[in-house]
């Protein structure tokens, strides 16, 4: 068995640490927010590092804002197509729509996954625009990256059924995009 060391380092909360100048490249931890805190020697208070909770959004001084975001939904798989509930956000950057089957798909001997409304607005495709004649196993994966492309409307997702009509099976989908915001002041 291995020794281990445990090492501490000094901590308070948010309003101790805001007060707090420490040495130079000394870490200290903030309680109330859970987050190190880096040194300089001269500013109080430190630098905050960022938690990973804190980098899918920027605000700009006045405002703006760009952020990342990821939508979840499980489809299940009937009859000629089936479309999810989630959407691709109106104004959103899409990076990508993938997909994981959850359960394994019955009827149909593959699918393709597109979007319902086009990226302009207008009537989505059956095409594949994010994966055609995909697997139908379960753990079957596709990562539907796109673009970037900017969405001007909402829109579902729709798997469409190839060969037959999909009888059974789950597919969870991820929309990944990005939405930037305007200026407040």
């Keep these: 068995m291995t020794t281990a060391v445990q090492v501490q380092y000094r901590r308070g909360t948010a309003s101790q640490v805001a007060s707090f ?29 960022a ?35 989630a959407t691709i956000p109106n104004r959103a950057v899409v990076c990508g729509v993938s ?3 959850v359960t394994a798909i019955t009827g149909a001997t593959s699918f393709n996954v597109d979007a319902t409304t086009s990226s302009s607005g207008g009537s989505g495709t059956t095409a594949g625009q994010f994966g055609s004649s995909l697997g139908i196993a379960a753990g079957s994966s596709n990562s ?4 970037p492309t900017a969405w001007y409307a909402t829109s579902t997702i729709k798997l469409t059924a190839q060969g037959s009509n999909f009888t059974g099976g789950t597919v969870r989908v991820a929309i990944q995009y990005i939405l930037c915001g305007v200026p407040t002041s």
């Design 99 to 101: 997909t994981y089957v």
């Design 144 to 147: 539907g990256v796109i673009g």
């Design 51 to 85: 938690k990973l909770t804190d980098i899918g959004n920027v605000t700009g001084l006045h405002g703006s804002t760009i952020a990342f975001g990821v939508v979840e939904d499980l489809i299940a798989c009937s009859g000629a197509s089936s479309v999810s509930t």
């Design 21 to 49: 100048t420490g040495a130079q490249g000394e870490l200290v931890v903030d309680t109330t927010n859970n987050r190190v805190v880096v040194q300089d020697g001269v500013t109080a208070g430190g630098y905050p590092a």
